[in-house]
């Protein structure tokens, strides 16, 4: 169902992703009341299911295009697509186009739907100019630069704009920040020694880091990351940004208590 929206507010559909949905439904419902405070009237499609990432990079592209063609469907009728996720918003608005490229049936309609799309944070900074958030939370926070966020979005300096602007809140520089955390999706599943060996390094320099809480804006590198700190004994929160940003930090962290 698509939103009726007031006094001009632009119509936000969130792509709520199947980790947070699954996993870390808490990370929809912050994502829901930043967008409201930089006033946006928001729904969330019921209809939704899979971005169809998993079966894309598994070179299944008959499944893919039938999970993007419900995607398009569900969505396109809104102002903006705006997911928590680096990894889905960069499948929803870079890899669609190609994968209807030269089909002239639908080639126009996904280039207007992926246009739309943006990733949640981005999408605060870059399109509604949100430069602070009136959360508290205390303590100190690294940030890891997911790979997909990064390099297919350009998202690096946003988040932590938005980060410098929570009372109590400061930042630690992260080692490496910009390396991969070895999570991939199925790629720690093809090859887990290798991912095994990137998500060490990356744990080891969250330890070195000396902040408290672990950052990022993709939940599957979180939780990957999550379980190596708790495998080697490194007691850091883990939490999605949209979270902090929004003030909801009473919830237990990504993987329970430490």
């Known amino acids: 169902m698509n939103a009726v929206s007031h006094a001009g507010q ?17 990370v929809g419902f912050a994502a829901i009341k930043l967008l409201e405070e930089a006033g ?11 971005c169809g990432q998993p079966t894309y990079n598994s070179g299944d592209r008959a499944d893919t295009r039938a999970i993007a063609e419900q995607v398009i469907a569900g969505f396109e009728g809104f102002d903006y697509v705006v997911a928590p996720s680096g990894s889905c918003a960069a499948m929803l ?19 207007a739907f992926s246009d739309k799309v943006h990733e949640l944070v981005s999408f605060l900074t870059d399109v509604r100019g949100m430069t602070t958030v009136t959360a508290q939370v205390s303590g100190t926070a690294t940030y890891h630069d997911s790979c997909s966020g990064l390099r297919e979005l350009g998202i690096k300096r946003q988040p ?24 991939g999706g199925t790629f720690c599943v093809k090859y887990p020694d ?3 060996a990137i998500v060490t390094k990356k744990a080891r320099n969250v330890g070195m880091s000396g902040a408290d809480m672990l950052l990022a804006g993709d939940l599957g590198c979180l939780m990957n990351m999550d379980g190596k700190l708790k495998r080697e004994g490194i007691a850091v929160e883990v939490r999605h940004v949209a979270e902090v940003l929004a003030g909801m930090t009473d919830a237990p962290p990504i993987g329970g208590k430490l």
């Open 160 to 183: 932590r704009m938005l980060l410098e602007s929570v009372d109590g809140l400061a930042l630690a520089d992260l080692k490496d920040a910009e390396v991969c955390c070895g999570f």
């Open 93 to 111: 608005k870079r890899h669609y186009p190609e994968l209807f490229a030269g089909d002239p049936a639908w080639e126009t309609r996904v280039a």
């Open 10 to 26: 632009p119509r936000v559909a969130l792509f709520v992703t199947c980790l947070v949905d699954l996993f870390r439904p808490s």
């Open 40 to 50: 946006c009237t928001v729904s969330v499609p019921a209809a939704q299911t899979c």
């Open 194 to 196: 290798i991912s095994n």
